[in-house]
């Protein structure tokens, strides 16, 4: 069961960029997996924390956010940070800025295009989702190859 849709703006294309990537504060470019990402800011907009524009991508299966810069704690698998940079990686891991899968998810409310969302809450969020949903997806999981 996905909600997504009802809690996004989608906007196909990537400019105008949304004004939370203003040159005026700093912000660092988190890409997760795109299942795990949406789970992870829809369950924050769902328990009313703040949410900015995430970049999506369809051909690569990933979402890119803007978030407060990385705090320096240590990232798990699956997780990277770029400051500034929401492009997509070639296979050769060197970025790729002329992906054409890609679309903004803006957030409910307007105002949020230009919220920063906090490194720190995503974190939290992932890392309980993972633990929480861990016995589900080994269960799962069986039928499905490790990459
Ligand atoms: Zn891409």
Known sequence: ??????????????????????????????????????????????????????????IHQVVHVPVTPWDGRRLGKGLAVRPFDLSCLRESFRPYNECPGRMWLLPPQTEDDAVLTDFTTVFDEIHRLRS????????????QETR
């Open 1 to 58: 069961m996905h909600h997504a849709a009802a809690l996004w703006r989608v906007r196909p294309g990537e400019y105008p960029r949304p004004p939370a990537l203003s040159r005026e504060h700093q912000w660092d470019g988190l890409s997760l997996g795109h299942g795990l990402g949406l789970a992870a800011f829809e369950s924050m907009l769902l328990h009313g924390r703040q949410v900015g524009p995430v970049m999506s991508c369809t």
């Open 132 to 143: 929480g949903a861990a016995s589900t997806l080994h269960a799962n999981s069986s039928t």
